[in-house]
């Protein structure tokens, strides 16, 4: 079992910024992936950035230059720096963890990038 807890949700300004973490516990040795997921009001969650275990990142199309995914050496938490906030990334934002078999949750964090 993997747990993870999001943070770093909140209100923000048009143009402004926000670093998400997201804290893994349990069987993190058993994680490849780790990731952000978005989902908007009325919309399909969909992907923000994945980061795997070698290191290597993966940004959705529309994400990239603006959002950037890292973690810490222990590989315990990943972050998602989110910058020029526009009120279209305004959405519930999850955390994910994939091994050989699961993809895990977090409960989410809420971002709202008023106008």
């Known amino acids: 079992q993997v747990q993870l807890v999001e943070s770093g949700g909140g209100l923000v300004q048009a143009g402004g910024s926000l670093r998400l973490s997201c804290a893994a516990s349990?069987?993190?040795?058993?994680?490849?992936?780790m990731g952000w997921y978005r989902q908007a009001p009325g919309k399909q969650r969909e992907l923000v950035a994945t980061?795997?275990?070698?290191?290597?990142?993966n940004y959705a199309d529309s994400k990239k230059g603006r959002f950037t995914i890292s973690r810490d050496n222990a590989k315990t938490t990943v972050y998602l720096q989110m910058y020029s906030l526009k009120p279209e990334d305004t959405a519930v934002y999850y955390c994910?963890?994939?091994?050989?078999?699961?993809?895990?949750w977090g409960q989410g964090t809420r971002v709202t990038v008023s106008s």
């Open positions: 349990g069987s993190i040795f058993s994680i490849n992936t």
């Open positions: 994910n963890a994939k091994n050989a078999f699961y993809d895990y």
């Open positions: 980061i795997t275990s070698g290191g290597s990142t």
